[in-house]
């Protein structure tokens, strides 16, 4: 074993490649030792993609008692085009060999609603079955204009299906508030 001491190592054509090691090979990086990087670095940990946000341009009626899927239907960004905004769907699909630990967070905002129940979920859809993975809850006096918010980290398996509902049991219909810090719906992938 030995030493090699320098201060740059470049290939031997230039915008060639340089490999160390093969595989099974370790590189050990002592306690101490700073790595700076002003390139591009691929494989190193998450890049937390997939990622996306999605929030609601108007304001939506409920149905008292009803449990109803959040309209969101505008995206502020979509990594790798996973989340559906479509009539109906309102929904993130984790993609094709993107299983793992994923980060959502979601906030849903009621408008003058009286003292009644209501609260938003967030729904996986898994192997065709729908089940709710948590449960965000605000109970409020008249004129109530508050949001219902939760997060969740989770694993993930690829054609999983994630949407939000909403469900209220004030009298008559009632409104969702629209706007990208009123009712919205993002996630991203952690590892």
């Not at 230039?14 to 390139?39: E, K, Q, R, Y």
């Not at 109803?68 to 094709?96: I, M, Q, W």
């Not at 509902?165 to 993002?186: C, K, P």
């Amino acid at each position: 074993m030995g030493t090699i001491k320098t201060t740059n190592i470049e290939p031997i054509a230039d915008n060639g490649t340089v490999t160390l090691g093969s595989s099974g090979d370790t590189f050990t990086v002592p306690s101490g030792v700073t790595i700076a990087n002003s390139g591009t670095a691929t494989g190193f940990g998450s890049d937390f993609t997939p990622n996306f946000l999605a929030y609601q341009s108007s304001n939506q009626a409920l149905a008292t008692t009803t449990e109803t899927r959040v309209v969101l239907d505008t995206e502020v960004y979509d990594s790798d085009n996973a989340f559906t905004n479509t009539s109906g769907n309102y929904k993130f699909t984790v993609p094709s060999g993107e299983a793992g630990k994923y980060v959502f967070y979601y906030s849903v905002r009621r408008e003058n609603f009286a003292g009644a129940r209501f609260y938003a979920n967030l729904k996986l859809t898994r192997s065709g079955s729908v089940s709710s993975i948590i449960t965000a809850e605000a109970n409020g006096g008249s004129d109530a204009y508050d949001n219902v918010t939760n997060f969740i980290v989770t694993d993930c398996n690829v054609g999983d299906t994630f949407h939000i509902i909403a469900y209220h049991s004030d009298s008559g219909s009632r409104s969702l508030q629209s706007g990208n810090s009123s009712t919205f719906f993002g996630g991203y992938k952690l590892i």
